[in-house]
């Protein structure tokens, strides 16, 4: 079973950028390229929210309405690497981000359902 392990959280001042990564291995420490990946973010008392996705294999992608133009998922095929560059970054981007993977005939980037696999989550915090 694919293991997600994030990093790139921390603090930074509205209008400014992070850059989350997520690596995605085996129990071996292999890497593991999912059928599907995404990003979502949670905030305490809110339901999830899906932020960006991606077919693996495409490359196509997907983003949440509130970060649609600011935020851009992308691959590192090379480093088996996830990213999310955010930028123009708002208070309301704060939250608890989550790396997620999916299988084949079960993920759906498009929805932001089917993800199956999940990290331990890194920390946003935007202040303004």
């Known amino acids: 079973q694919v293991q997600l392990a994030e990093s790139g959280g921390g603090s930074v001042q509205e209008g400014g950028s992070l850059k989350l990564s997520c690596v995605a291995s085996d129990a071996s420490g292999y890497s593991r390229n999912p059928y599907c990946m995404g990003w979502f973010r949670q905030v305490p008392g809110k339901e999830r929210e899906g932020v960006a996705s991606?077919?693996?294999?495409?490359?196509?992608?997907f983003y949440g309405a509130s970060v649609k133009g600011r935020f851009t998922i992308s691959q590192d095929k090379v480093d088996d690497t996830l990213y999310l560059q955010m930028n123009s970054l708002k208070p309301d981007d704060t939250g608890m981000y989550f790396c997620?993977?999916?299988?084949?005939?079960?993920?759906?980037?498009?929805?932001?359902?089917?993800?199956?696999?999940w990290g331990q989550g890194t920390q946003v915090t935007v202040s303004s």
């Open positions: 991606i077919y693996i294999g495409s490359g196509v992608t």
């Open positions: 997620a993977a999916g299988d084949v005939g079960r993920c759906s980037p498009g929805t932001f359902r089917g993800f199956t696999t």
